[in-house]
């Protein structure tokens, strides 16, 4: 059981170049989401997504897109990467949503923008 | 607007002395409050949350956590912390079932 996988767990690009973060859960969990987290400011909610081929923005949503094909996958994409997106990921999963249920992370990605 | 505030950025506390860690929200209802830790590199840990009921929730590590609807505050505790206890910690607080939404943060220093 390898609960909430982030890949990769380091990443440097230059601006303007494109990427997709990883995120894949194995525990048929519902709810998915993906968090930056910036020093003194805590995490901030990216997107999040409440089932296969549902999703919906956060309180940080441009400059990334996400989709949600299957159940156990949630990538984030980074159309054209800037400085201001230099952050740590985190990518989140609970069995449906917030009552009730406890959100498992990820250990997160870290991702420098030149 | 919907907020939550931890007024403390840095806090050091004696190894064997109490802790307490602040946290204000500010909403019309009452959301679902979590407390999350965070060590050095690594992702967060769910220490405690509240959804309904008993006010004063047990979590794991010795922490303990008090909601108080007319100071909307949900308090975190440690009666006697150990070294392992320094960390970042996070209070969290869900507006709805799918949004959460974090505090900045409190670093936790744990002196010998």
């Known amino acids: 059981n390898a609960g909430v996988t982030q890949t990769p767990k380091f990443q440097v690009l230059k601006t303007g170049q494109s990427m997709t973060l990883q995120c894949a859960q194995d525990m048929n969990h519902e709810y998915m989401s993906w968090y930056r987290q910036d020093p003194g400011m805590g995490l901030r909610l990216i997107h999040y997504?409440?089932?296969?081929?549902?999703?919906d923005q956060g309180e940080v949503p441009n400059g990334y897109n996400v989709s949600r094909s299957t159940t156990e996958d949630f990538p984030l994409r980074l159309l054209s990467a800037a400085p201001s997106q230099t952050s740590v990921y985190f990518c989140?999963?609970?069995?449906?949503?917030?009552?009730?249920?406890?959100?498992?992370f990820g250990s997160g990605t870290q991702l420098s923008v030149l | 607007a919907q907020s939550v505030t931890q007024p403390d950025i840095h806090i050091t506390v004696s190894e064997g002395a109490s802790l307490e860690l602040r946290c204000n929200y500010s909403?019309?209802?009452?959301?679902?409050l979590f407390w999350y830790v965070q060590s050095p590199g690594q992702g967060l840990q769910l220490l405690l949350k509240y959804f309904s009921g008993d006010t004063l929730v047990q979590g794991i590590k010795g922490f303990e956590a008090e909601f108080k609807r007319s100071q909307s505050s949900f308090n975190l505790r440690k009666p006697s912390v150990h070294w392992s206890d320094a960390a970042e910690y996070f209070c969290?607080?869900?507006?709805?079932?799918?949004?959460?939404?974090f505090g900045a943060g409190t670093t936790v220093t744990v002196r010998a």
């Open positions: 997504s409440v089932g296969a081929g549902i999703t």
């Open positions: 909403y019309g209802a009452t959301p679902y």
């Open positions: 989140a999963s609970s069995y449906r949503g917030l009552s009730n249920e406890k959100l498992f």
């Open positions: 969290a607080v869900g507006f709805n079932d799918y949004k959460l939404s």
